[in-house]
């Protein structure tokens, strides 16, 4: 129901209009107050919120034009008809510049009240709608912005200058043509802490959120700890005086974490935040940079040639024994990658509390070993995501933590590796791409857009690897995960079929007969019943 202000100096007037909503329009609208003159009829809007207003030209004092204006000004969203005695041009002109939707002739007749208040309605409820789409795109903007920011500094945490490309990101984020300053921020909870992984995004939140509103930078994902920053250069500017400014804003950020100034200059039972910076460089160098800034938060200086985390004075068997390990996992053959990986735990053996140089090789290991299963299409984004979450490795506590926190990643990473089918690249990452979104309403289409591939060589392509079409392979996998779902007690087969991607259970129910020879009901109670002629 919309609420009407009647406006209008002669009282006969306002009592008539009411009489009519209330005995004609009562379902639709209610008048919710009047006013007798234009300075009135401000204040009343301001005060009652009106959707409508039913406005008299000539008033005393402020006329309905200027009262109209005020309220305009004031940016309340009410719907504006006149009410006058005259059909003038120039009153009518000005009413139409002031966004005045309609007007009423004096005496005011039922039906063109009826219908002039109808319009006035429908325009506000369109006028709401056209605000709230604008609303979810300005909000499904920022998020976009946010996302690709996230993309691009966590392309630039790679430290993979060949497949990094700047110019997908410019525009899109608004980073000028200048030079960058790229730094590292890693996070690292208090001593002793029980709770050392809350710590740390707790103190990655705050640390995120004073970058974002209290300086020019911006602020990467939380990886293992780390973060990285890129900010915008002047022309004027010099990298090592930007770079203490930076410092110094963020450790002024006192209201959004009271210790935020202490983490940054870490004193006795508090977490820290240890920063590098790379020189100032081109945008097109931000990965390489990024490895300089790396280096420098953790203390371990610049290293010719080397990648995040590599100490320069590794020693060659070391390197040999670190890719020994890659080369043996992805090649499946996770008994020498075992090997290796107790050779490179050996030596670290008794050292103590590994220096920070060390235990970052090793997660540095495990990261490069994780990301090149799922740049092969091994592991899914999600799974990629949550593996790379190696927390347990940065916090390990001594020699013997670290060397059983590894041991204990093992076997999984492992079994991924060896289980992986030895597929190019576009079928494997489309591959992953199924078993990551089989819910979902996925296609070809949709698939080969995350390569990216067209669709047609990603089909050849299934093809002759698989010996199955895209469908066909969607199906299976579908199949394999009702399977697995139908055998755990009380499962549902509308459930099920739901989860697996199939809206209608009876052509699921259909499918899942040709697939198997079972109806999923008779699939069920045989697994549960541990029959021999369960498939």
Same mark, same amino acid.
């Given at each position: ?54 406005? @008299? ?25 006149? *009410?006058?005695?005259?059909?003038? +041009? ?17 005496? *005011? ?52 200058? @060949? ?95 009271? @210790? ?5 200059? /870490?004193? /006795? ?55 020994? +390990? ?65 927390? @347990? ?16 990643? +093992? ?7 060896? &289980? ?16 990551? &979104? ?50 755990? /007690?009380?499962?549902? *087969? ?11 259970? &009876? ?12 109806? /999923? ?15």
């Amino acid at each position: 129901m919309k609420r009407v202000l009647v406006v209008d100096d002669e009282r006969p007037v306002i009592e008539t209009i009411e009489l009519m909503v209330r005995r004609d329009l009562a379902g639709e609208f209610s008048v919710v107050g009047d006013a007798s003159s234009g300075r009135d009829a401000v204040e009343k809007a301001a005060a009652l919120a009106p959707d409508i207003v039913l406005m @008299d030209v000539w008033m005393p004092g402020i006329s309905g034009l200027d009262a109209v204006r005020e309220i305009r000004a004031r940016g309340l969203p009410c719907v504006f008809i006149l *009410v006058t005695a005259y059909e003038r +041009f120039d009153i009518a002109r000005e009413a139409m510049e002031l966004g005045v939707l309609d007007y009423l002739l004096k005496p *005011v007749v039922r039906d063109k009240l009826a219908s002039a208040l109808r319009a006035a309605a429908a325009f506000a409820d369109r006028r709401f709608e056209l605000e709230r789409r604008e609303m979810e795109h300005r909000e499904r903007e920022e998020r976009l912005r946010s996302f690709v920011e996230e993309a691009f500094l966590g392309a630039v945490m790679s430290g993979d200058p @060949d497949g990094f490309d700047p110019e997908r990101y410019r525009a899109a984020l608004g980073i000028p043509g200048g030079r960058v300053l790229v730094g590292a921020a890693a996070f690292l909870p208090p001593p002793g802490s029980p709770d050392p992984r809350g710590d740390v995004r707790a103190l990655y939140a705050a640390f995120r959120q004073a970058v974002r509103y209290k300086t020019r930078a911006l602020a990467g994902p939380l990886k293992s700890g780390f973060s990285s920053l890129l900010l915008s250069l002047p022309e004027s500017g010099f990298g090592e005086a930007e770079a203490k400014s930076f410092r110094s804003d963020l450790a002024e950020a006192k209201s959004f974490r009271s @210790d935020l100034a202490e983490a940054l200059a /870490p004193g /006795p039972g508090t977490g820290s935040i240890r920063m590098g910076f790379s020189p100032p460089a081109p945008l097109e160098e931000a990965p390489s940079s990024w490895t300089t800034a790396y280096r420098e938060a953790l203390g371990l200086g610049s290293a010719e040639g080397s990648g995040p985390g590599v100490p320069g004075q590794a020693s060659p068997a070391r390197r040999e024994d670190e890719r020994a +390990f890659l080369e043996f996992l992805l090649a499946g053959d996770s008994p020498r990658a075992r090997q290796a990986l107790d050779r490179i735990l050996e030596r670290l053996r008794h050292r103590g509390d590994p220096p920070p140089g060390e235990r970052y090789r090793l997660v540095g290991l495990f990261a490069g070993a994780y990301r090149d299963l799922e740049v092969r299409g091994y592991l899914g984004p999600g799974e990629a995501d949550r593996l790379l979450d190696l927390e @347990d490795l940065r916090i390990a506590p001594g020699a013997e933590g670290l060397a059983e926190a590894a041991r204990t990643r +093992f076997p999984a990473l492992a079994a991924c590796a060896g &289980n992986a089918p030895r597929w190019s690249a576009p079928v494997a990452r489309a591959a992953a791409y199924i078993r990551e &979104n089989y819910a979902g309403p996925i296609s070809l289409e949709s698939a080969a857009a995350e390569i990216p591939l067209s669709p047609g060589r990603l089909s050849r392509l299934f093809v002759e690897e698989t010996g199955r079409g895209f469908s066909d392979f969607l199906t299976g996998v579908r199949i394999e995960k009702a399977k697995e779902l139908l055998a755990e /007690p009380g499962a549902s *087969v509308k459930l099920v079929s739901s989860a697996c991607g199939y809206p209608d259970p &009876n052509y699921f129910a259909r499918l899942f007969k040709k697939e198997t020879g079972y109806t /999923p009901s008779a699939f069920a109670s045989a697994s549960r019943e541990g029959s021999d002629e369960k498939p």
